[in-house]
């Protein structure tokens, strides 16, 4: 990456297409933080969409810094610190999907509103409690899997919350018109079928948070079983529960695939592969505790429910 002289120079070489693209991500922004968009594009000749981006460039990079979860906010904060040839493109990707970082270059105007705005405190606040809203959002999508838009909003909430989750743009799921469907979901007949079921298990705000977190399978009798069985026989620290965590256990259950013999055989991979056991009794019975520590967790299939409270 290289530094220009300011955002202007960033732009000015742009097509007129494109930066009528940026300025619709900007008045996007200004819906959800219900600032004033004066301005008709279609009807501005292309120095004056360039004036206007640059007029409008502290607006435009405090929403999108504000509207960022925590994880890319921190990661923005380092990249701040650094030498802007250290860095790369693809580092800057959050900014550049919002036309503030284009042709591998920043303005140098543009880095230093960046370091002014990730070092306030109040920016701090609002992206930690952007990413409680986007884990809730995440979590309603695990539990389920599809729901029809008015629900979605509702468990969200409210309107507002709804609208920073429709700008964040998740990879897990996608909205449309009338749906929010989970992107590992893709035959038409089950989505339909999901959605028409209005039989959902309720959570609780905490629950759907730590389903998007990832963290939900801690509060599980059969996950405490389960680090019970391997603290017993393994000399676990902290970065060895994550790491179980990521590779074995959230895969397998957050998955949330209904094809079981697939999932028990990448299970069954997995374990050979990152443990070794010499007594194959310990390995069945660690892989038989987690398939238990599955049948109490949130199945979309089931609406919410678990395979345990169903077999009741």
Same mark, same amino acid.
């Given at each position: 990456?290289?530094?220009?002289?300011?955002?202007?120079?960033i732009?000015?070489?742009?097509?007129?297409?494109?930066?009528?693209?940026?300025?619709?991500?900007?008045?996007?922004?200004?819906?959800?933080?219900?600032?004033?968009?004066?301005?008709?594009?279609?009807?501005?000749?292309?120095?004056?969409?360039?004036?206007y981006?640059?007029?409008?460039q502290?607006?435009?990079?405090?929403?999108?810094?504000?509207?960022?979860?925590?994880k890319?906010f921190?990661?923005? +904060?380092k !990249? =701040?610190? &650094?030498?802007?040839? $250290?860095?790369?493109?693809? #580092?800057? *990707?959050?900014?550049?999907?919002?036309?503030?970082?284009?042709?591998?270059?920043?303005?140098?105007?543009?880095?230093?509103?960046?370091?002014?705005?990730?070092?306030?405190?109040?920016?701090?606040?609002?992206?930690?409690?952007?990413?409680?809203?986007?884990?809730?959002?995440?979590?309603i999508?695990v539990?389920?899997?599809?729901?029809?838009?008015?629900?979605?909003?509702?468990?969200?909430?409210?309107?507002?919350?709804?609208?920073?989750?429709?700008?964040?743009?998740?990879?897990?799921?996608?909205?449309?018109?009338?749906?929010?469907?989970? +992107?590992? !979901? =893709?035959? &038409?007949?089950?989505? $339909?079928?999901?959605?028409? #079921?209005? *039989?959902?298990?309720?959570?609780?705000?905490?629950?759907?948070?730590?389903?998007g977190e990832?963290?939900y399978?801690?509060?599980?009798?059969?996950?405490?079983?389960?680090?019970?069985?391997?603290?017993?026989?393994?000399?676990?620290?902290?970065?060895?529960?994550?790491?179980?965590?990521?590779?074995?256990?959230?895969p397998?259950?957050?998955?949330?695939?209904?094809?079981?013999?697939?999932?028990?055989?990448?299970?069954?991979?997995?374990?050979?592969?990152?443990?070794?056991?010499?007594?194959?009794?310990?390995?069945?019975?660690?892989?038989? +505790?987690i398939?238990?520590? &599955?049948?109490?967790?949130?199945?979309?299939?089931?609406?919410?429910?678990?395979?345990?409270?169903?077999?009741?």
């Amino acid at each position: 990456m290289k530094l220009e002289v300011s955002y202007y120079e960033i732009i000015k070489n742009l097509k007129k297409e494109m930066l009528i693209t940026i300025i619709n991500k900007f008045h996007a922004f200004c819906e959800v933080f219900n600032y004033p968009m004066a301005v008709e594009v279609n009807k501005l000749k292309k120095e004056d969409i360039i004036n206007y981006l640059v007029d409008k460039q502290k607006v435009y990079l405090k929403f999108i810094i504000e509207s960022l979860d925590y994880k890319t906010f921190k990661t923005l +904060k380092k !990249l =701040s610190k &650094k030498k802007i040839n $250290n860095t790369t493109s693809n #580092d800057w *990707n959050v900014l550049s999907t919002y036309g503030l970082v284009t042709n591998e270059s920043i303005g140098k105007d543009t880095f230093i509103l960046l370091k002014k705005y990730v070092s306030q405190k109040s920016a701090v606040k609002r992206v930690k409690e952007n990413s409680k809203i986007y884990a809730i959002a995440e979590g309603i999508i695990v539990a389920y899997g599809v729901l029809p838009l008015d629900d979605f909003k509702k468990l969200l909430g409210n309107e507002e919350n709804y609208k920073l989750v429709w700008l964040h743009a998740s990879l897990n799921y996608e909205i449309n018109e009338d749906k929010v469907i989970s +992107k590992k !979901l =893709s035959n &038409k007949r089950k989505i $339909n079928k999901y959605c028409r #079921d209005k *039989n959902l298990k309720e959570f609780g705000v905490t629950d759907f948070r730590r389903l998007g977190e990832e963290t939900y399978h801690h509060y599980n009798r059969q996950y405490k079983k389960l680090m019970h069985e391997i603290k017993s026989n393994y000399i676990f620290r902290k970065h060895d529960i994550m790491f179980l965590d990521s590779v074995v256990i959230i895969p397998y259950l957050y998955n949330n695939s209904s094809d079981e013999k697939e999932a028990a055989e990448a299970l069954d991979a997995t374990i050979e592969k990152y443990f070794e056991i010499s007594r194959i009794n310990l390995k069945n019975d660690i892989i038989t +505790k987690i398939k238990e520590l &599955k049948k109490s967790f949130p199945m979309w299939e089931l609406r919410g429910y678990t395979i345990s409270e169903v077999e009741k």
